[in-house]
């Protein structure tokens, strides 16, 4: 049976790799005002990019109110035990 703390941290994983994705194509494409602007298949992309991204990034905060409440936990102590859960699985700090 899966922790269900564990599969917070997926699903906080994968908001931030499509946000990550969503800044990457800004920087590929840059600002849609600049001369000639976004042709329409990079404003497709990009807006599902980051119709992705603000889903994913609903998700993990609905699951995460959740998982607090159900845990009688403050929904702060939840984020900040889920950011460190998340680090330390990308390896971005000692573990």
Same mark, same amino acid.
């Given at each position: 049976?899966?922790?269900?703390?564990?599969?917070?941290?997926?699903?906080?994983?994968?908001?931030?790799?499509?946000?990550?994705? /969503?800044?990457?194509?800004?920087?590929?494409?840059?600002?849609?005002?600049?001369?000639?602007?976004?042709?329409?298949?990079?404003?497709?992309?990009?807006?599902?990019?980051?119709?992705?991204?603000?889903? $994913?990034?609903?998700?993990?905060?609905?699951? /995460?109110?959740?998982?607090?409440?159900?845990?009688?936990?403050?929904?702060?102590? /939840?984020?900040?035990?889920?950011?460190?859960? /998340? $680090?330390?699985?990308?390896?971005?700090?000692?573990?």
């Amino acid at each position: 049976m899966t922790n269900i703390f564990d599969e917070l941290v997926e699903k906080q994983r994968a908001a931030e790799q499509a946000h990550h994705r /969503v800044e990457e194509l800004r920087g590929m494409y840059g600002p849609p005002n600049e001369e000639g602007g976004w042709s329409s298949r990079q404003t497709t992309t990009y807006n599902t990019a980051w119709r992705a991204w603000r889903d $994913l990034a609903r998700d993990v905060r609905t699951a /995460v109110a959740d998982y607090a409440k159900a845990q009688g936990e403050q929904r702060s102590d /939840v984020e900040t035990r889920l950011r460190q859960a /998340v $680090l330390k699985k990308t390896g971005d700090v000692d573990a």
